[in-house]
């Protein structure tokens, strides 16, 4: 092994960006967290060599591939890693069997355990025990429930090892390895969008493309290597590798990187702000687009939110079930104030790191690094965190951005808060930046320059946690609760298909899934297409044929992690008219969506769930 290592001259861009990605607010919090002096961690940062051993460790926990961005030029690899024979799974959604087949062929050929993942099985089966998994994606199968909850299993398994301390390069398991199949020129060129929580959850796996037959041997000997060599992804600069990318529309994919000295970059960048659609207008999945007819406005929400959100010092809060249009109605709200000439920022919480939620120092730091990056202040932040220690982390944030954000700006600032139910897994910080947020939000009462704050706070779990009246953000401010769509919600939104649709369909559809937005719009979307008739779509429904299949069997696989929460949504399905469960129970059910809260009553949220969920159940029931 080499004594020493630095990165790549043209890959130094790149591993700076990675710095707040993965958490690290600066070099110094990066230091600390390593145990190591931060001048190595500035050696590394800039290109200058360091031990090999830090090397290792620095790209690890900034999640980078250390063979992709280290200087060999004048290092001998003879004895770097020896070959290993490692565990690999195949998830192929994409129905291209002939790949899938002859990947597993080369592999297993190799000396390599292979195996394709089965659709029903849940993917904690499989992935516990492997060392890679390879990901065939398509424009059709990046929309798939189950694909979303494969992956975001991968990721979990990696961080539970990661937090376990080991720390070598076999610590990421199990390594994503993308492979995007019948790419088009036109497609890529145009960037390929997908889901935004696919996207945030992939962006560190470096994708490549399969565009036919011709391909085929590259792929197969490229993760031949990758496999045999212990990497953890796919190299960045072959004629196959492709980026993740993020376009002006908004469009979270895959484009082609027209730089001619640098043609493929190593890991994707931070997204645009705001993160308008998520999917293309006709994909039921994620944010639905803003210029999308596929909208459908559920008066008076909007024109409240609208109006509110242009008066000094506003505060919104919405709240509701996942998949009910949270994020969409928040971008539009975003949208709406930066036509009125506000600054606006969406920031997303699911893109912290892990690490990030370590204390409420680290987290605050990370908060106030997205934001001053967005706006292209970053330069004052490590300056106002100097006296963090003395005044604490709190006031450290109220400085920068009274001092640094508000009064360098000459218009107001709107910041939509999305995902905020990642920061009730951690009281002690959910306290410190709740109370935060109501204290910046008091301050437009009495003080000029505070007025020009406004606050967007999206969340799906009801706040169970304790928190002091007093500083909670959750009782001030504009409440928005998402209703279901009602009647003639659902009638426009099926003439806006194209479908011509009398009051018997409409009902039809409502009496099987309630008003839920993503439900209806999933049997319009397949029915618009001639996919399926309604009424196939109602009697497959709570079957593994039915167009709802993915979406279900995902609801089961979480069910069955938690025991209590299996055991409560039993309860629901079987008694009726409803049942009383205690606070917590109701409360995450609630926000998973698979129930409604009658006063202390929870009954099914809809038929589907209901019929579903009692078949499985019992099934289970008479297994055990």
């Known amino acids: 092994m080499p004594r020493s290592l630095k990165v790549r001259p043209q890959c130094i861009p790149t591993v700076k960006s990675s710095l707040l990605r993965n958490g690290f607010p600066s070099q110094k919090v990066l230091a600390e967290d390593l145990g190591i002096a931060q001048s190595t961690v500035s050696n590394f940062l800039n290109g200058r060599p360091v031990d090999y051993a830090n090397f290792q460790e620095i790209c690890h926990v900034l999640g980078q591939e250390w063979r992709n961005i280290a200087d060999f030029s004048d290092k001998s690899q003879d004895d770097e890693i020896p070959q290993l024979n490692a565990k690999v799974a195949i998830s192929d959604r994409t129905q291209n069997f002939h790949l899938a087949q002859q990947l597993q062929q080369a592999l297993s050929a190799a000396g390599h355990e292979v195996s394709i993942a089965q659709k029903n099985h849940p993917p904690e089966e499989y992935l516990n025990v492997c060392d890679y998994l390879v990901l065939l994606l398509s424009s059709e199968s990046v929309v798939s429930e189950i694909l979303l909850e494969e992956v975001r299993v991968a990721k979990e398994l990696t961080n539970r090892r990661e937090e376990a301390g080991k720390s070598n390069y076999l610590a990421q398991k199990p390594a994503i390895l993308p492979i995007w199949v019948d790419l088009s020129p036109k497609s890529l060129s145009k960037g ?18 399969w565009r036919g037959d011709e391909d085929t041997s590259t792929v197969v000997s490229e ?17 196959l590798a492709v980026n993740w990318a993020t376009e002006e529309t908004g469009d979270w994919g895959l484009s082609i990187d027209k730089s001619e000295n640098l043609s493929h970059s190593l890991t994707p960048p931070l997204p645009p702000s705001p993160p308008l659609p998520v999917a293309a207008p006709e994909i039921p999945e994620g944010q639905v687009r803003g210029e999308s007819s596929f909208y459908i406005d559920r008066p008076p929400i909007e024109e409240r939110c609208y109006e509110t959100i242009s008066q000094p010092g506003a505060l919104i809060r919405i709240k509701a079930p996942r998949q009910m249009g949270k994020t969409s109605l928040m971008a539009r709200i975003l949208e709406r104030s930066e036509k009125q000439g506000s600054r606006t920022i969406a920031l997303s919480l699911q893109l912290a790191n892990k690490r990030v939620f370590a204390n409420s120092d680290t987290f605050l730091q990370w908060f106030c690094a997205s934001i001053g990056q967005e706006l292209g202040m970053l330069e004052h932040l490590s300056k106002c965190w100097e006296l963090a220690d003395i005044i604490g982390s709190n006031q450290c944030c109220k400085a920068y951005f009274e001092q640094c954000l508000l009064s360098e700006i000459s218009t107001s600032l709107t910041l939509g808060l999305d995902e905020v139910d990642r920061v009730f897994e951690s009281p002690e910080i959910a306290d410190d930046f709740f109370g935060l947020l109501r204290a910046l939000h008091e301050e437009a009462k009495r003080r000029e320059i505070w007025q020009k704050f406004r606050l967007i706070v999206v969340h799906s779990t009801e706040v169970y946690i304790p928190l002091d009246i007093n500083k909670s953000p959750f009782n001030v401010g504009l409440p928005i609760e998402l209703p279901e769509f009602n009647w003639q919600q659902m009638q426009e939104l099926a003439i806006r298909h194209g479908l011509n649709w009398n009051t018997n369909k409409v009902e039809k559809l409502i009496n099987l899934v309630g008003g839920h937005p993503y439900l209806v719009r999933l049997a319009m979307y397949h029915i618009a297409r001639e996919d399926v008739t309604l009424d196939r779509v109602v009697e497959a429904a709570a079957t593994e044929a039915g167009i709802y299949s993915d979406h279900l069997r995902r609801h089961l696989w979480n069910l069955e992690k938690y025991p209590d929460l299996l055991a409560a949504m039993k309860e629901v399905v079987t008694a009726s008219p409803g049942v009383r469960l205690r606070s917590e129970l109701a409360f995450k059910l609630n926000s998973m969506g698979l129930v409604k809260l009658d006063g202390n009553n929870c009954t099914a949220r809809c038929r589907l769930y209901e019929q579903y969920f009692r078949d499985r159940l019992r099934e289970e029931g008479r297994r055990g």
């Open 223 to 239: 993760i031949l290597s990758v496999v045999a060599e212990g990497r953890t992804s796919l190299s960045s600069d072959r004629e």
């Open 192 to 209: 390929l969008p997908l889901p935004f929580d696919l996207w945030q959850l992939l962006q560190q796996s470096q994708p490549w493309q």
